[in-house]
Protein backbone atom coordinates (compact mmCIF):
# COMPACT_ATOMS: atom_id res chain seq x y z
CA UNK A 1 0.00 0.00 0.00
CA UNK A 2 1.61 3.08 -1.20
CA UNK A 3 -0.98 5.52 0.71
CA UNK A 4 -2.40 3.77 3.73
CA UNK A 5 -4.27 6.23 6.40
CA UNK A 6 -6.32 4.75 9.46
CA UNK A 7 -8.47 6.48 11.87
CA UNK A 8 -6.58 9.78 10.75
CA UNK A 9 -8.27 12.84 12.44
CA UNK A 10 -6.76 16.94 12.23
CA UNK A 11 -7.79 19.16 14.64
CA UNK A 12 -6.68 22.83 15.21
CA UNK A 13 -6.70 24.45 18.08
CA UNK A 14 -8.43 27.61 17.76
CA UNK A 15 -8.43 29.36 21.09
CA UNK A 16 -10.42 28.09 23.31
CA UNK A 17 -12.18 25.71 20.69
CA UNK A 18 -10.57 23.42 17.92
CA UNK A 19 -11.44 23.14 14.56
CA UNK A 20 -11.87 19.27 13.37
CA UNK A 21 -10.62 19.58 10.04
CA UNK A 22 -10.25 15.50 9.44
CA UNK A 23 -12.17 12.80 11.67
CA UNK A 24 -11.23 9.20 11.57
CA UNK A 25 -10.48 9.23 8.01
CA UNK A 26 -9.47 5.48 6.24
CA UNK A 27 -7.78 5.58 3.09
CA UNK A 28 -5.81 3.28 1.32
CA UNK A 29 -4.58 3.40 -2.33
CA UNK A 30 -2.13 1.28 -3.79
CA UNK A 31 0.84 1.78 -6.17
CA UNK A 32 -0.09 3.02 -9.74
CA UNK A 33 -3.84 4.27 -9.12
CA UNK A 34 -5.32 7.79 -10.14
CA UNK A 35 -7.54 8.75 -7.48
CA UNK A 36 -9.08 12.26 -7.61
CA UNK A 37 -10.56 13.40 -4.08
CA UNK A 38 -13.13 15.64 -4.46
CA UNK A 39 -15.34 18.03 -2.53
CA UNK A 40 -15.99 21.35 -1.97
CA UNK A 41 -14.52 24.61 -0.10
CA UNK A 42 -14.21 23.84 3.54
CA UNK A 43 -15.27 19.98 3.62
CA UNK A 44 -11.00 18.86 5.00
CA UNK A 45 -10.16 17.98 0.85
CA UNK A 46 -6.84 20.61 1.49
CA UNK A 47 -5.94 19.13 4.91
CA UNK A 48 -6.09 15.60 3.28
CA UNK A 49 -3.78 16.52 0.90
CA UNK A 50 -1.28 18.04 3.23
CA UNK A 51 -1.49 15.08 5.14
CA UNK A 52 -1.01 12.63 2.32
CA UNK A 53 1.58 14.94 0.90
CA UNK A 54 3.66 15.09 4.61
CA UNK A 55 2.93 18.77 4.47
CA UNK A 56 1.42 18.12 7.51
CA UNK A 57 0.80 15.17 10.17
CA UNK A 58 -2.47 13.46 11.68
CA UNK A 59 -3.54 14.52 15.48
CA UNK A 60 -4.78 11.06 15.41
CA UNK A 61 -4.12 7.55 13.61
CA UNK A 62 -1.84 6.34 11.45
CA UNK A 63 -0.54 7.47 8.17
CA UNK A 64 2.22 5.32 6.66
CA UNK A 65 3.39 6.17 3.49
CA UNK A 66 5.00 3.58 1.07
CA UNK A 67 5.33 1.98 4.35
CA UNK A 68 6.66 4.86 6.60
CA UNK A 69 4.90 5.77 9.69
CA UNK A 70 4.20 9.64 9.05
CA UNK A 71 2.88 10.88 12.44
CA UNK A 72 6.03 10.15 14.58
CA UNK A 73 8.43 11.85 11.96
CA UNK A 74 9.81 15.24 13.46
CA UNK A 75 9.72 18.09 11.16
CA UNK A 76 13.09 17.28 9.36
CA UNK A 77 12.53 13.61 8.83
CA UNK A 78 9.27 14.46 7.58
CA UNK A 79 10.65 16.94 5.37
CA UNK A 80 13.06 14.11 4.11
CA UNK A 81 10.40 11.46 3.47
CA UNK A 82 8.17 14.14 1.24
CA UNK A 83 11.15 15.12 -0.90
CA UNK A 84 12.25 11.37 -1.41
CA UNK A 85 8.61 9.84 -1.70
CA UNK A 86 6.14 13.00 -3.16
CA UNK A 87 6.52 15.26 -6.39
CA UNK A 88 3.64 17.87 -6.60
CA UNK A 89 2.18 20.03 -9.11
CA UNK A 90 0.41 23.25 -7.80
CA UNK A 91 -2.28 25.55 -9.42
CA UNK A 92 0.13 28.33 -9.56
CA UNK A 93 2.99 26.21 -10.97
CA UNK A 94 5.43 28.08 -8.78
CA UNK A 95 8.01 28.19 -11.23
CA UNK A 96 11.03 30.28 -9.92
CA UNK A 97 10.96 33.31 -12.90
CA UNK A 98 14.65 34.40 -12.46
CA UNK A 99 15.66 30.50 -13.82
CA UNK A 100 15.16 29.42 -17.00
CA UNK A 101 12.85 26.42 -17.75
CA UNK A 102 16.00 23.84 -17.52
CA UNK A 103 17.18 25.20 -14.06
CA UNK A 104 13.63 25.36 -12.61
CA UNK A 105 12.92 21.44 -13.38
CA UNK A 106 16.63 20.70 -11.99
CA UNK A 107 15.95 22.59 -8.77
CA UNK A 108 15.19 19.63 -6.77
CA UNK A 109 18.16 17.69 -7.30
CA UNK A 110 20.26 20.70 -6.57
CA UNK A 111 18.69 20.74 -2.93
CA UNK A 112 19.68 16.96 -2.84
CA UNK A 113 23.35 17.26 -3.88
CA UNK A 114 22.78 15.48 -7.27
CA UNK A 115 25.83 15.93 -9.07
CA UNK A 116 25.33 18.89 -12.46
CA UNK A 117 25.74 16.67 -15.11
CA UNK A 118 23.11 13.85 -13.78
CA UNK A 119 20.39 16.30 -12.66
CA UNK A 120 20.53 17.70 -16.32
CA UNK A 121 20.46 14.40 -18.12
CA UNK A 122 17.42 13.80 -15.80
CA UNK A 123 15.99 17.02 -16.73
CA UNK A 124 16.51 17.25 -20.18
CA UNK A 125 15.18 13.94 -20.29
CA UNK A 126 11.78 15.08 -18.63
CA UNK A 127 11.63 17.66 -21.03
CA UNK A 128 11.50 15.96 -23.96
CA UNK A 129 9.07 13.66 -21.97
CA UNK A 130 6.32 16.67 -21.69
CA UNK A 131 7.11 18.17 -24.77
CA UNK A 132 9.09 20.86 -23.99
CA UNK A 133 12.89 20.49 -24.34
CA UNK A 134 12.59 23.38 -27.21
CA UNK A 135 11.83 25.61 -24.43
CA UNK A 136 14.24 24.50 -22.17
CA UNK A 137 16.54 28.33 -21.91
CA UNK A 138 13.03 30.14 -21.56
CA UNK A 139 12.27 32.16 -18.70
CA UNK A 140 8.63 30.93 -17.12
CA UNK A 141 7.21 34.82 -18.36
CA UNK A 142 7.56 33.39 -21.69
CA UNK A 143 5.68 30.54 -21.93
CA UNK A 144 1.80 29.89 -22.03
CA UNK A 145 -0.11 28.72 -18.84
CA UNK A 146 0.19 25.32 -20.25
CA UNK A 147 3.51 24.98 -20.57
CA UNK A 148 4.39 26.68 -17.28
CA UNK A 149 2.18 23.69 -16.00
CA UNK A 150 4.37 20.95 -17.97
CA UNK A 151 7.30 22.52 -16.51
CA UNK A 152 5.55 22.64 -12.81
CA UNK A 153 4.91 18.42 -13.56
CA UNK A 154 8.65 18.00 -15.02
CA UNK A 155 9.93 18.98 -11.97
CA UNK A 156 7.76 17.15 -10.09
CA UNK A 157 9.06 14.17 -11.36
CA UNK A 158 12.80 14.66 -11.52
CA UNK A 159 13.62 13.42 -8.48
CA UNK A 160 11.46 9.99 -9.30
CA UNK A 161 9.14 9.75 -6.55
CA UNK A 162 6.86 6.79 -6.37
CA UNK A 163 3.72 9.89 -5.53
CA UNK A 164 2.92 12.24 -8.08
CA UNK A 165 -0.20 15.43 -6.08
CA UNK A 166 -1.84 18.08 -7.77
CA UNK A 167 -3.85 20.38 -6.24
CA UNK A 168 -6.04 21.94 -8.64
CA UNK A 169 -3.57 21.69 -11.55
CA UNK A 170 -5.95 22.92 -13.92
CA UNK A 171 -7.66 25.85 -12.35
CA UNK A 172 -5.56 28.64 -13.71
CA UNK A 173 -6.07 27.24 -17.55
CA UNK A 174 -8.30 27.58 -19.57
CA UNK A 175 -10.23 24.41 -20.47
CA UNK A 176 -8.43 23.54 -23.84
CA UNK A 177 -5.19 23.87 -22.05
CA UNK A 178 -6.48 21.89 -18.83
CA UNK A 179 -7.69 19.03 -21.08
CA UNK A 180 -3.62 18.70 -22.53
CA UNK A 181 -2.61 19.12 -18.69
CA UNK A 182 -4.94 16.12 -18.00
CA UNK A 183 -3.95 13.56 -20.99
CA UNK A 184 -0.41 14.87 -19.48
CA UNK A 185 -1.87 12.63 -15.85
CA UNK A 186 -2.96 10.10 -18.20
CA UNK A 187 -0.19 9.47 -19.96
CA UNK A 188 1.95 9.15 -16.55
CA UNK A 189 -0.37 6.70 -14.82
CA UNK A 190 -0.58 4.71 -18.06
CA UNK A 191 3.54 4.56 -17.62
CA UNK A 192 3.17 3.19 -13.75
CA UNK A 193 3.26 6.48 -11.73
CA UNK A 194 0.59 7.09 -8.86
CA UNK A 195 -0.99 10.27 -9.26
CA UNK A 196 -3.21 11.72 -7.12
CA UNK A 197 -5.48 14.74 -7.88
CA UNK A 198 -7.35 17.10 -5.45
CA UNK A 199 -10.39 19.03 -7.52
CA UNK A 200 -13.34 20.48 -7.02
CA UNK A 201 -13.94 19.77 -10.68
CA UNK A 202 -16.11 16.83 -11.62
CA UNK A 203 -14.99 17.23 -15.50
CA UNK A 204 -11.33 16.69 -13.87
CA UNK A 205 -12.14 13.97 -11.71
CA UNK A 206 -13.45 11.74 -14.95
CA UNK A 207 -9.98 11.21 -15.79
CA UNK A 208 -8.98 9.32 -12.88
CA UNK A 209 -9.94 5.61 -11.95
CA UNK A 210 -11.25 6.44 -8.39
CA UNK A 211 -12.76 9.36 -6.83
CA UNK A 212 -12.98 9.70 -3.21
CA UNK A 213 -15.37 12.19 -1.97
CA UNK A 214 -15.05 14.43 1.21
CA UNK A 215 -17.75 16.56 3.30
CA UNK A 216 -17.25 18.08 6.48
CA UNK A 217 -14.31 16.34 7.44
CA UNK A 218 -15.50 12.76 6.39
CA UNK A 219 -15.38 10.37 3.33
CA UNK A 220 -18.63 11.13 1.76
CA UNK A 221 -18.10 8.60 -0.84
CA UNK A 222 -15.44 6.66 -2.29
CA UNK A 223 -17.41 4.35 -4.90
CA UNK A 224 -15.50 5.30 -8.00
CA UNK A 225 -15.73 7.72 -10.87
CA UNK A 226 -18.44 10.65 -9.98
CA UNK A 227 -20.98 9.98 -13.14
CA UNK A 228 -22.03 6.87 -14.76
CA UNK A 229 -20.60 8.39 -18.01
CA UNK A 230 -17.21 7.84 -17.06
CA UNK A 231 -17.70 4.28 -16.54
CA UNK A 232 -19.33 3.89 -20.27
CA UNK A 233 -16.29 6.16 -21.78
CA UNK A 234 -13.87 4.09 -20.60
CA UNK A 235 -15.63 0.59 -21.25
CA UNK A 236 -16.27 2.20 -24.89
CA UNK A 237 -12.61 3.48 -25.13
CA UNK A 238 -13.52 6.96 -25.32
CA UNK A 239 -10.94 9.26 -23.94
CA UNK A 240 -12.10 11.28 -20.57
CA UNK A 241 -12.71 14.68 -20.23
CA UNK A 242 -16.68 15.74 -22.10
CA UNK A 243 -16.65 18.89 -21.88
CA UNK A 244 -13.09 19.46 -23.04
CA UNK A 245 -13.47 17.60 -26.58
CA UNK A 246 -13.63 19.45 -29.72
CA UNK A 247 -16.93 19.29 -31.42
CA UNK A 248 -16.81 18.50 -34.84
Known sequence: MLVDLQGVSRVYPMGATECVALHAVDIGIQSGEFVSIMGPSGSGKSTLMHLIGCLDRPTAGSYRLDGIEVR???????????????????????????????????????????????????AEALLEAVGLSARRQHRPNELSGGERQRVAVA??????????????????????????????????????????????????????????????????????????????????????????????
Open 155 to 248: RALVHEPPLLLADEPTGNLDSRTGHEIMKLFHDLHARGTTVIIVTHDANVALWSKRTIEVRDGRIADDSGTPAAVANAEVTAGVEPGPVWREEG
Open 72 to 122: SLDDRARSQLRNRKVGFVFQSFNLIPEYDVLENVELPLVYGGVARQERRAR
